[in-house]
């Protein structure tokens, strides 16, 4: 059974860090990459990160750029996604999820070419 597991949600002061880790399971790890994806009150869910690790390649969403540090650890099957200099609008139920590497090339942010999802951890940043 796949399984994805998030944790590291918390409620953090603006200018804050916290880390998400994404376990995951029930599938071959080196075979998929793991995105990060947020989802705010009302709006549409938003590809924050993503790391391919057959090759390594990360992305980044432009409004997290330079803050986010999206990471994996093979041996444990986890992906981190290392959050500094947070802001109120980073606030948000984060997910993370996998999809195959061959379909995380063209459109590694979009939502819709991730198979298995997390069930979230939710990040509030106060003012």
């Known amino acids: 059974e796949v399984q994805l597991v998030e944790s590291g949600g918390h409620l953090v002061q603006a200018g804050g860090s916290l880390r998400l880790s994404c376990a995951a399971s029930g599938f071959t790890f080196d075979d998929y990459a793991i995105g990060w994806f947020r989802q705010a009150p009302g709006k549409e869910r938003e590809g924050v990160s993503c790391?391919?690790?057959?090759?390594?390649?990360?992305y980044y969403v432009d409004s997290v750029k330079g803050r986010f540090t999206i990471s994996s650890d093979n041996a444990e099957n986890t992906v981190y996604l290392q959050m500094n200099s947070l802001k109120p609008e980073d606030t948000a139920v984060y997910f993370c999820?996998?999809?195959?590497?061959?379909?995380?090339?063209?459109?590694?942010?979009?939502?819709?070419?991730?198979?298995?999802w997390g069930q979230g951890t939710q990040v509030t940043v106060s003012p």
């Open positions: 999820a996998a999809t195959e590497n061959s379909k995380s090339y063209n459109y590694p942010l979009n939502p819709y070419e991730y198979t298995y």
């Open positions: 790391i391919r690790s057959s090759d390594g390649s990360t």
